[in-house]
């Protein structure tokens, strides 16, 4: 602690080249952070939504073809099979197009239990039970949107009869983790399916809990061995195989931020890294003389490297609570496109920690070469 002052005052030598330092790391960690709060939510639906004994059954065509109600029933019949329910997308506008988020037309007497993850008040569970017109409404989406429970919600249909309106009371909020989906907007399958004009008798997809996740294999190849040559066959698979499908239509968005972090932290490791030999090449004479009155190389070595690490976690504070401060606008500005916007605490750790390493690895070279220094050829370059 005692060779603090002598290592601020160091640091802060020249002062602009200290905060376009600062200023480097601060940067590099923001950017970090944004990467990481994308990366999040691409990869949000795989890691917390997919149930490991779900099973998502869709018409083997595409998810946007229907499947017939009956196979429900059939489905049931399979060994293994624990329950079942079913939903359809429903494609509505809120108000404007761009007030976009997921609705589902679902079956109120087994979604629930498929998903206990969505937690939903009891009282506010029967009061959607009992009203046709009833929708229950992810805790993120009511938040946007202002909806509270009791208000009457007009949306404009799309998929289904298009440009009609259809109105709903909000029964209820349902509560999840902040890594699970709670932008979801439920209305009752029944409703759904008297009021459309076409495909009466269908279902978006089947969701197919199984006794064991090591039965899902089995119990995918039974369902889609049933429905073979049928005028409908199904393709079933795990719930996490097919978020893995949704997200590769996107690309490999983990590859691509991956590569783009790598090249920040690259660019700032040579930033860094020339700034320390700058530093180190201007105080040649002050190193020479604490070696001339007896400190050792190690010590040169150390308080070197301290330097850049000090540095670096000004800059850490500084782009972290940057991050922290900027969310609240990034998660409302990528909401209508992303889901799961949110920093994971680990990745804001797993930041820190390679912003710092780095730092650690800028001052490496300068600090050996520092130590290294003989104290005549020191004094002799000045």
Not at 48 to 62: C, H
Not at 221 to 235: C, G, L, P, R, V
Not at 293 to 304: E, N, W
Request: aromatic content about 12%; cysteine-free; proline content about 3%.
């Amino acid at each position: 602690m005692k060779f603090l002052p002598l290592l601020f005052r160091n640091i802060t030598r020249k002062w602009t080249r200290l905060l376009l330092t600062i200023g480097s790391f601060a940067i590099a960690l923001f950017l970090f952070g944004i990467l990481a709060v994308v990366n999040n939510s691409f990869n949000g639906a795989l890691n917390s939504m997919a149930g490991v004994d779900r099973l998502m059954v869709q018409n083997r065509v595409s998810i946007i073809q229907p499947v017939p109600e009956a196979y429900k029933a059939k489905i049931e019949q399979i060994e293994h099979v624990k329950l079942v329910t079913y939903a359809n997308w429903f494609g509505a506008v809120y108000q404007d197009e761009k007030n976009f988020f997921p609705q589902y037309a679902i079956d109120e007497e087994s979604y629930r239990k498929m998903y206990p993850e969505f937690r939903v008040a009891d009282a506010e569970w029967k009061a959607w039970e009992d009203d046709r017109e009833g929708v229950i409404v992810g805790e993120k989406t009511a938040e946007k949107y202002g909806f509270k429970v009791g208000d009457r919600v007009p949306l404009k249909g799309v998929l289904w009869g298009g440009g009609e309106s259809w109105s709903f009371n909000v029964r209820g909020i349902y509560h999840a983790k902040p890594d699970e989906d709670q932008s979801q907007f439920w209305l009752h399958w029944k409703l759904f399916d008297e009021r459309r004009q076409f495909s009466k008798g269908t279902v978006g997809w089947y969701i197919v809990r199984v006794d064991s996740p090591d039965n899902a294999v089995e119990v995918s190849k039974k369902i889609d061995a049933m429905f073979a040559n049928s005028s409908t066959e199904t393709k079933t698979q795990t719930e996490k195989e097919m978020m893995a499908s949704w997200a590769k239509q996107t690309g490999n968005v983990g590859l691509i931020i991956t590569i783009i972090g790598s090249v920040v932290f690259f660019t700032l490791l040579l930033v860094v890294g020339n700034t320390m030999a700058m530093s180190i090449r201007e105080r040649m004479r002050e190193l020479a003389v604490l070696k001339a009155i007896g400190y050792t190389d190690r010590f040169v070595l150390v308080f070197v490297i301290a330097e850049s690490v000090v540095v670096a976690f000004i800059g850490v504070a500084i782009g972290l609570g940057l991050l922290l401060l900027s969310l609240p606008g990034i998660e409302k500005a990528l909401s209508s496109f992303l889901q799961f916007v949110f920093l994971p605490p680990q990745k804001a750790i797993e930041g820190v920690v390679i912003t710092l390493f780095i730092a650690f690895l800028a001052g490496i070279i300068p600090a050996v070469n520092a130590s290294r220094l003989r104290v005549v050829d020191a004094i002799r370059r000045v």
